[in-house]
């Protein structure tokens, strides 16, 4: 069973997850419960609780803008993960911050192989 982001946070929406402060491991039964794999629901419920207010971009960018961005927060000395947090701070999404982060440190040699 394949499903997109949007689906899994309808799924929690719909019994109120956030509302209700359900844990992660709440929302994976939940999505369990609707026939998803643990490894779906484990996904699913993490972007869900912690980067449901930043999936859907007020933001678009390019590469050049990413990188300018990046750069004046001196992202090459930092973890993705604060650089993810920093762009998703400045009103991008989640998956596209995390595109634009891969790509600037891909670019810079900073990734490992």
Do not use: W
Request: include cysteine; glycine fraction near 8%.
């Amino acid at each position: 069973m394949r499903a997109r982001q949007s689906e899994y946070n309808t799924i929690l929406d719909s019994v109120k997850a956030r509302s209700r402060g359900l844990s992660q491991g709440d929302c994976e039964d939940v999505l369990m419960d609707h026939g998803y794999s643990y490894e779906q629901a484990k996904n699913g419920s993490y972007v869900y609780l912690h980067h449901g207010k930043s999936l859907v971009s007020r933001r678009l960018g390019s590469a050049e803008k990413y990188a300018k961005i990046l750069d004046a927060f001196g992202a090459s000395e930092k973890e993705p993960k604060e650089c993810i947090v920093h762009l998703e701070s400045m009103g991008f999404g989640y998956r596209q911050s995390q595109t634009a982060v891969y790509n600037y440190r891909r670019e810079r040699g900073l990734v490992r192989r």
